[in-house]
């Protein structure tokens, strides 16, 4: 049994407020990456419980460089560093895939650092006309190796949204939103626990989950926060751009789409 776990920082326990305290050189930055790490490391102990034989982590925030690799259980390989592909290391060899770390998308209600890929860039994502946030482009793009997402690991709107788009998943929630840069929060004891038990059980019933698989042809479709990306776009072959911001492009795997308008 192979574990895939995509990684990224917003929905950590215990994180919280702007991106200036807890992105690289920010008053956070350090307890963020600890307090994520511990999120992972308590995600591969109950995988390995539930007979795992091997994880494969990916830090997926920024730079990756998010993930403290001396303080990450050994049993787990870690990919870091800048990636070609949003889901790096990821094949058809892998039974499920963990989100550890999820926010909601761009816009969402009672979410918390609330954003999709970018949070100065891009306004609005569409999968085959529905709005998708970052979960729903990991659980799509997954899809394309028939690699099914099983757990959602973050603030209580990501796990909102992952339920209403997968309906089968495992989740946890860590924390609350009071507003977009504030939190009520689980002590990181508690909320490892629940993650240890969450992994343990999406292991066990990885074979019940089924991949996202959006019906084809795919469109995806992107609003940019200005014109300037969505006029560069353009003049790609296979990218139709709709309005002064918003650009649109259709294939027959999401790696495609992706790759020509958020690659």
Not at 2 to 19: C, H, P, Q, R, Y
Not at 117 to 144: K, M, Q, R
Not at 245 to 261: D, I, W
Request: charged fraction near 25%; charge should be negative.
């Amino acid at each position: 049994m192979k574990i895939f776990i995509m990684t990224d920082l917003e929905g950590a326990s215990g994180v919280a407020g702007n991106w200036a305290d807890i992105d690289f050189g920010g008053k956070d930055y350090d307890a963020a990456k600890r307090l994520l790490t511990g999120d992972v490391n308590a995600s591969i102990e109950g995988a390995f419980e539930a007979g795992a034989s091997e994880v494969v982590v990916l830090d997926g925030h920024g730079a990756a460089l998010t993930i403290l690799i001396e303080d990450l259980d050994p049993r787990a390989q870690l990919i870091r560093g800048r990636r070609v592909l949003e889901l790096e290391g990821l094949d058809g060899s892998f039974d499920v895939m963990f989100a550890v770390g999820a926010h909601s998308m761009a816009g969402a209600p009672n979410g918390l650092l609330t954003h999709t890929l970018s949070h100065t860039a891009i306004d609005n994502v569409w999968l085959n006309g529905v709005l998708v946030g970052e979960i729903g482009l990991w659980a799509a793009l997954a899809g394309d190796y028939d690699v099914p997402l099983g757990l959602v690991v973050g603030d209580s709107a990501a796990v909102c949204e992952a339920e209403n788009l997968l309906k089968n998943v495992c989740t946890v929630t860590v924390k609350w939103a009071t507003s977009r840069f504030a939190a009520k929060c689980l002590h990181p004891k508690v909320s490892r626990r629940l993650i240890r038990e969450a992994a343990a059980t999406a292991v066990k019933r990885a074979g019940e989950f089924k991949p996202f698989k959006p019906e084809k042809p795919i469109e995806l479709k992107v609003e940019f926060h200005d014109g300037e990306r969505a006029e560069r776009l353009s003049h790609i072959n296979g990218v139709i751009r709709l309005d002064g911001r918003t650009v649109s492009a259709r294939g027959m795997t999401m790696h495609e789409v992706y790759s020509l308008l958020l690659g």
